[in-house]
T-cell receptor, first 111, second 111 residues
Framework: QKEVEQDPGPLSVPEGAIVSLNCTYS??????FMWYRQYSRKGPELLMY????GNKEDGRFTAQVDKSSKYISLFIRDSQPSDSATYLC???????????FGAGTILRVKS | DTGVSQNPRHKITKRGQNVTFRCDPI?????LYWYRQTLGQGPEFLTY????????KSRLLSDRFSAERPKGSFSTLEIQRTEQGDSAMYLC?????????FGQGTRLTVV
């Protein structure tokens, strides 16, 4: 079993929809949680960073962490075709430690 | 701050040849990470430097792989006697605090 599980999709939604992306994890030591967006043949781009449990909002993006359930989410409001990409969740146990990634979810936003 | 820079962007090599990749991190970032990503998967951790010290290596990093970070600035990743299974995107990331920022990667194709 992988430490971080993420549904690979693809997830296809119409423009303007609210998108929900999720990851589950097994290592209770994880404290730092990140979401990256990756376009085809490009490097991952950091979208959101959250420490421990709670919510964080940045523009159209909201990240949620529920450590009791070992479950993290990324919500995208008013989705745009330019949001079409692979979304990777990543997490680490301690300051400076390596990131452990999910496999990524492919998102397609149709205009 | 021009971001993490990786060179070359693409490399095609024949099986058995040696290849070397370079990563220039964001200036003043003391942590530098190497990851490998294959199609449909999230990045997998290879190795990690804090300044010039290599603090952790993955079991994925066979003895054909070596990484250096002289003087704690840029880093190189060398693969000796390349195999077809080494074909992947090699990603470098740097970090000063909790967030990690990735370069555009070097895509290696072994023929």
């Amino acid at each position: 079993q992988k430490e971080v599980e993420q549904d690979p999709g693809p997830l296809s939604v119409p423009e303007g929809a609210i998108v929900s992306l999720n990851c589950t994890y097994s290592n209770s030591a994880f404290q730092y949680f990140m979401w990256y967006r990756q376009y085809s043949r490009k490097g991952p781009e950091l979208l959101m960073y959250t420490y421990s449990s709670g919510n964080k909002e940045d523009g159209r993006f909201t990240a949620q962490v529920d450590k009791s359930s070992k479950y993290i989410s990324l919500f995208i409001r008013d989705s745009q075709p330019s949001d079409s990409a692979t979304y990777l969740c990543a997490m680490r146990a301690g300051y400076g430690n390596k990131l452990v990634f999910g496999a990524g979810t492919i998102l397609r936003v149709k205009s | 701050d021009t971001g993490v820079s990786q060179n070359p962007r693409h490399k095609i090599t024949k099986r058995g040849q040696n290849v070397t990749f370079r990563c220039d991190p964001i200036s003043e970032h003391n942590r530098l990470y190497w990851y490998r990503q294959t199609l449909g998967q999230g990045p997998e951790f290879l190795t990690y430097f804090q300044n010039e010290a290599q603090l952790e290596k993955s079991r994925l990093l066979s003895d054909r792989f070596s990484a250096e970070r002289p003087k704690g600035s840029f880093s190189t990743l060398e693969i000796q006697r390349t195999e077809q299974g080494d074909s992947a995107m090699y990603l470098c990331a740097s970090s000063l605090a909790n967030e990690a920022f990735f370069g555009q990667g070097t895509r290696l194709t072994v023929v």
